[in-house]
């Protein structure tokens, strides 16, 4: 999810309902760009849906800034 950050602009975070996801971080950001890397992991109780089940990326963004 991209956040919004006060010195980069934004930044992006990998949020989930699972903390084994904090493992693929690090797997993740070795195979990318600088600019593409994921900046934090943050675990969260669950994830926003609207009524076809996916997820509202506003609404998890407000929750994890």
Known sequence: ???EDARRGTTLVLAS???RAAGLVDEFNASV????RIERFVQVADLPLTDL?????AELAARIA
Request: aromatic share 6%; proline share 13%; hydrophobic share 40%.
């Open 1 to 3: 999810v991209p956040v």
């Open 17 to 19: 309902t699972d903390a």
């Open 33 to 36: 760009q600088p600019f593409e």
């Open 53 to 57: 089940g996916k997820v509202r990326l």
